[in-house]
């Protein structure tokens, strides 16, 4: 039986790593995205077959697009959001001639995930991506000061984020609102605390379920012409998994991954499965939501929390943390197992180690990647991960 597909993510020539690096650990795929089309237009044949080209000159394919974002028309429900949406389905038409059929994308609101700290130093003294809701509540309560904000916190957290804000350097509130509007995988461009604030107040007038409609009326319009030419969407869940800012979660747990899946029933509405983004909910349980939606899991991201009773994580080793990393892996050599034996084509599912530690040399090019995206950090993930999968296959031979 097939092992998992081995994948990388790769955000293009100006990225600090580069397909040579990425070669020479061993991977098979890429996951890639035309990162230069701007949001809502759709990416022509020949920008889609150049990059495909490059990555294929290096010996490797484009194993997994990430991602064909979706603009805040769709989201938000806007009048034109059939233009943007028939601009969508065009490139997924685009990325099926050139031979790519597997998408990941997310419907997050405001940015693609939330971290208090990009560089928080472990004891080993390489640094991960930390959460804190005490630094969140001090963002949202006086950098980005949302009005009734107050009274959405009890009020040990509002008197702790108060303190916490008032002890803060210039230089540390600074570092604090640039971490939390710095994530948007793929730029180094801040997103403007103005346009932040914008976008924040209009998805605040926007209910759970008027966001679980909007979802619906997407997937309901492109799964349809997906599955005609045989593309796999691949949603990924909120990251992380539960509301910040005030602003609703709607791909956060079992119940939302069921409503999005039955919402529009089809081979081609499928899941990125993420043990970190799922992970950093306790309430998750991650092998059940392996063992009940395994047959639409068309993209894994494996990495590793560790939370702590305040609400707060930090990514882990990928080996170790909150996140039961081996029963998941078990989960997932058996829904291939389920797979090979039922004769489905997709049995060798791609999988990449999601960010990584900076470790090492990383550290002399951090100004070069994205925050998460070390090369040795998720090379070393990558190792862990394989190793683990071979011992747990051995395991039931």
Not at 213 to 242: Q, R, T, W
Not at 313 to 330: C, T, W
Request: charged content about 25%; glycine content about 6%; some cysteine.
């Amino acid at each position: 039986m097939e092992y998992l597909k081995k994948t990388f993510r790769w955000f293009g020539p100006s990225f600090g790593v580069t397909l040579d690096d990425i070669k020479q650990i061993g991977v098979e795929g890429i996951v890639a995205a035309c990162q230069e089309v701007p949001l809502g237009e759709v990416w022509p044949v020949a920008t889609i077959a150049a990059l495909k080209k490059e990555i294929e000159s290096h010996g490797l394919e484009w194993s997994v697009v990430e991602s064909v974002n979706i603009h805040t028309s769709i989201k938000y429900g806007h009048p034109d959001r059939d233009g943007y949406i028939a601009n969508y389905i065009q490139t997924l038409k685009n990325l099926a001639e050139n031979d790519i059929h597997t998408v990941c994308y997310n419907f997050m609101q405001l940015i693609d995930w939330t971290r208090t700290d990009l560089d928080y130093m472990l004891p080993t003294g390489g640094s991960a991506l930390r959460y804190s809701p005490i630094a969140a509540a001090a963002f949202d309560l006086f950098i980005l000061k949302r009005e009734n904000a107050k009274e959405t916190y009890e009020e040990s957290i509002y008197l702790e984020a108060e303190n916490y804000f008032e002890n803060l350097s210039a230089a540390e509130r600074k570092k604090l609102e640039q971490s939390i509007l710095a994530g948007m995988p793929g730029s180094r461009k801040l997103i403007a605390l103005e346009q932040f604030k914008k976008n924040h107040e209009t998805v605040l007038q926007i209910s759970k379920e008027k966001l679980q409609e909007n979802l619906s009326y997407f997937l309901n319009a492109i799964i349809p012409e997906a599955e005609k030419i045989g593309v796999k969407m691949a949603i990924h869940p909120d990251d992380p998994p539960f509301s910040v800012f005030g602003v609703p979660r709607i791909v956060s747990n079992y119940d939302d991954l069921k409503f999005l899946l039955n919402c529009c029933p089809s081979p081609s509405n499928g899941l990125t499965f993420c043990s970190g983004s799922l992970g950093a909910s306790e309430e998750n349980d991650l092998v059940k939501i392996i063992s009940d939606f395994g047959n639409r899991i068309h993209f894994i991201h494996l990495r590793n929390v560790a939370r702590s009773p305040d609400g707060s994580f930090y990514e882990a080793e990928h080996l170790n943390g909150s996140v039961p990393i081996d029963q998941v892996m078990k989960a997932i050599v058996l829904e291939q197992k389920r797979r090979h034996e039922k004769g489905s084509e997709e049995v060798m599912i791609p999988m990449r180690p999601d960010h990584g530690h900076v470790l090492l040399d990383d550290k002399k090019r951090q100004a070069d990647f994205y925050s998460g995206y070390s090369l040795i950090g998720r090379a070393m993930g990558l190792a862990q991960l394989s190793g683990l999968e071979r011992g747990i296959r051995e395991s039931l031979i």
